[in-house]
């Protein structure tokens, strides 16, 4: 049977008529998305969860960017929101983080419900899957491992910081730290974000380590708790797994060397303690936006270094974002390949598919082309440093939250482009492009031709 696609003036009229409406699951994905931000909106927005005031706008831009897992404020949520307002912060860091269609589906399991058709869709389009038979496994996974990685990093860090803290409050911090750490979020309520845990190992591996477990995607976790052996693993978890170190100890080391002689970051700490603050901001921009250090300060290399590997990302099905590590794998492949004049493109002894080829390729062109038009318009409107300009457009698209102190002194025009950037950067751009487009299958078969390139 044909599909049908409806334009959304016809999809309006027949949802009036018939009650139902003609959509695709990336549209209800990021639909969802939409509702859970203005939700998120009217919450903060209530004098009950504001400490200091601020205008609907700060509180828009505040869901979005918890919803989106970002970490950018225009705000400070440790002094101008309360309690309940950092609880709803929180809240829509965890259902942004590993996603709305997992409680969706959660919900509908515990009330022993059939998965609809529907929600199947909605779900492999969220899980990035291809079997039906694998969603439900899938949602019961990101559920469990969320809960127990954030409940062990909660008791590690409340037992670690009750040495000098309150018990309640103690615990109070870890939470939040925790579920805002392994969602990729990178919001604190310390000042200064994490540096001043440049000395604390126990902080800096409990936060890392989320991150980094964050990062990998929950098809990798399950596939390592199913197999624990190397030999069996799966090979997209083998590959995430050899990625996921080489760029994590590059950037390591290339941060620690360009930064250890600047003064104003890493040159006025102690040796281990620069290991530990250049550990935590290597992999914080892995998507995650925590600061061990004052961005602002930073080297311009740096900040390029830190660029790139916010453009670069986590894995698929994880609660980072950017263009996911394995496309960045699969793009070196190609250029491999063609260097070395190759039909095929192997990666690993294995044969990459020509339609993981087209997307990865059309993937980096969306973003890149996002990630420019971002640039051009923040520029356009403000007056700053090209290089903070580009962090900061970077770090929107790619759902990290680091920033060189630039956010708060945007003009409303560019903190609008950046809320976009968040939204588009969370869903995926191919997504997006999938939901507002109409799919077309053509019969027409046309002559190939040779375009010259280079």
């Known amino acids: 049977m044909a599909r049908i696609n409806l334009h959304p003036l016809q999809a309006y009229r027949q949802a009036r008529h018939t009650g139902q409406l003609q959509a695709s699951p990336p549209a209800v994905l990021a639909g969802s998305f939409l509702v859970l931000i203005l939700a998120g909106t009217l919450l903060l927005a209530l004098p009950i969860a504001q400490r200091h005031p601020f205008g609907v706008f700060e509180a828009l831009f505040t869901a979005t960017s918890a919803v989106t897992v970002t970490g950018l404020m225009l705000i400070d949520p440790a002094t101008d929101l309360t309690f309940f307002g950092q609880a709803v912060l929180l809240a829509l860091v965890q259902i942004g983080g590993i996603g709305f269609v997992t409680f969706a589906i959660i919900a509908t399991l515990t009330l022993g419900k059939r998965v609809s058709l529907k929600y199947q869709a909605l779900a492999l389009e969220a899980f990035n899957q291809t079997s039906v038979a694998r969603i439900r496994q899938t949602a019961l996974t990101v559920l469990k491992f969320s809960l127990a990685i954030e409940g062990a990093a909660v008791l590690i860090l409340t037992l670690w910081w009750w040495r000098h803290d309150s018990l309640e409050h103690a615990f109070l911090l870890a939470g939040f730290h925790a579920v805002s750490a392994f969602n990729n979020a990178g919001v604190s309520l310390f000042p200064g974000s994490m540096a001043g845990f440049a000395g604390d190992p126990v902080t800096t591996f409990v936060i890392t380590g989320c991150i980094i477990l964050g990062g990998l995607g929950f098809s990798v976790l399950a596939d390592i708790q199913q197999k624990r052996s190397w030999a069996t693993l799966a090979y997209y978890t083998r590959l995430m797994l050899i990625g996921t170190l080489i760029l994590n100890l590059a950037g390591f080391v290339l941060f620690w060397l360009i930064e250890a002689r600047n003064p104003h970051t890493l040159g006025a700490l102690p040796a281990a303690s620069q290991g530990l603050a250049a550990w935590t901001q290597v992999i914080a921009a892995r998507t995650a936006g925590f600061a061990s250090v004052d961005v602002g300060q930073l080297y311009d290399s740096s900040r390029f270094l830190?660029?790139?590997?916010?453009?670069?990302?986590?894995?698929?099905?994880?609660?980072?974002?950017?263009?996911?590590?394995?496309?960045?794998?699969?793009?070196?492949?190609?250029?491999?390949?063609?260097?070395?004049?190759?039909?095929?493109?192997?990666?690993?002894?294995?044969?990459?598919?020509?339609?993981?080829?087209?997307?990865?390729?059309?993937?980096?062109?969306?973003?890149?082309?996002?990630?420019?038009?971002?640039?051009?318009?923040?520029?356009?409107?403000?007056?700053?440093?090209?290089?903070?300009?580009?962090?900061?457009?970077?770090?929107?698209f790619s759902t990290t939250g680091i920033s060189p102190d630039l956010t708060r002194a945007l003009s409303l025009p560019s903190q609008i482009v950046l809320m976009l950037l968040m939204f588009i950067g969370r869903l995926g751009p191919l997504t997006l492009v999938y939901s507002l487009g109409t799919q077309r299958r053509s019969r027409v078969r046309y002559p190939e031709t040779v375009v010259q390139i280079g």
Do not use: N, W
């Open 306 to 396: 830190l660029t790139g590997l916010m453009f670069i990302g986590g894995g698929s099905l994880s609660t980072a974002s950017g263009i996911k590590l394995a496309t960045f794998i699969v793009l070196l492949a190609v250029v491999r390949a063609y260097i070395l004049q190759r039909k095929e493109v192997v990666l690993m002894h294995r044969t990459i598919a020509p339609e993981t080829i087209q997307k990865a390729l059309a993937l980096m062109m969306m973003s890149g082309l996002l990630v420019c038009l971002g640039i051009f318009l923040v520029s356009l409107f403000e007056d700053m440093p090209f290089i903070a300009v580009v962090m900061e457009v970077m770090s929107a």
